[in-house]
């Protein structure tokens, strides 16, 4: 497996993977699909070196992604990013999301950040396992935020100092 930046023509792979995502309502809180012109903006907030986005490519097909993005849009903040992981359905349960979460705290260090954070629904048990794994804690719980199409559910903030 590589890993590797994103470039354009990876963004139908990693909407895709997204999208797989969706139905089970454990990884996203988004309630529908979203297209490639939707993302558009997002993939061009993650071409800057300090922002970036890696595809994990085996067999040339793209069966993963991580993301590093921005936590909360102010200065004091810069230092501080969250974390987005998403694995192909089909090649899920075979160490690429621990894999691409490995390579993103890794290059974290070198990109001047110094803390990450993982928002992930409290029922979403694969990731939490896999974060803790690395080392992530868990820093916050928010009782029943979302309003999923199967009710509300609550939020774990988990976090991880870099350096």
């Given at each position: 497996?590589?890993?590797?930046?994103?470039?354009?023509?990876?963004?139908?792979?990693?909407?895709?993977?997204?999208?797989?995502?969706?139905?089970?309502?454990?990884?996203?809180?988004?309630?529908?699909?979203?297209?490639?012109?939707?993302?558009?903006?997002?993939?061009?907030?993650?071409?800057?070196?300090?922002?970036?986005?890696?595809?994990?490519?085996?067999?040339?097909?793209?069966?993963?992604?991580?993301?590093?993005?921005?936590?909360?849009?102010?200065?004091?903040?810069?230092?501080?990013?969250?974390?987005?992981?998403?694995?192909?359905?089909?090649?899920?349960?075979?160490?690429?999301?621990?894999?691409?979460?490995?390579?993103?705290?890794?290059?974290?260090?070198?990109?001047?950040?110094?803390?990450?954070?993982?928002?992930?629904?409290?029922?979403?048990?694969?990731?939490?396992?896999?974060?803790?794994?690395?080392?992530?804690a868990q820093w916050a719980h928010l009782?029943?935020?979302?309003?999923?199409?199967?009710?509300?559910?609550?939020?774990?903030?988990?976090?991880?100092?870099?350096?």
């Open positions: 497996m590589k890993i590797r930046l994103t470039q354009h023509s990876d963004l139908p792979s990693i909407v895709a993977i997204y999208n797989a995502s969706i139905p089970a309502h454990t990884a996203t809180a988004d309630t529908a699909p979203v297209t490639v012109d939707e993302r558009e903006a997002w993939f061009e907030a993650h071409q800057r070196p300090a922002r970036p986005l890696w595809v994990a490519e085996k067999d040339d097909q793209i069966v993963g992604w991580v993301s590093l993005s921005t936590f909360y849009a102010r200065p004091a903040y810069d230092p501080t990013v969250e974390i987005s992981f998403y694995v192909d359905p089909d090649h899920q349960r075979q160490g690429i999301g621990r894999t691409l979460v490995q390579h993103a705290c890794a290059a974290a260090r070198g990109l001047g950040i110094m803390t990450i954070l993982a928002v992930v629904f409290a029922h979403n048990d694969a990731s939490l396992r896999l974060l803790e794994s690395v080392g992530f009782p029943r935020i979302t309003h999923m199409p199967e009710g509300r559910r609550d939020v774990l903030i988990l976090g991880l100092e870099v350096s």
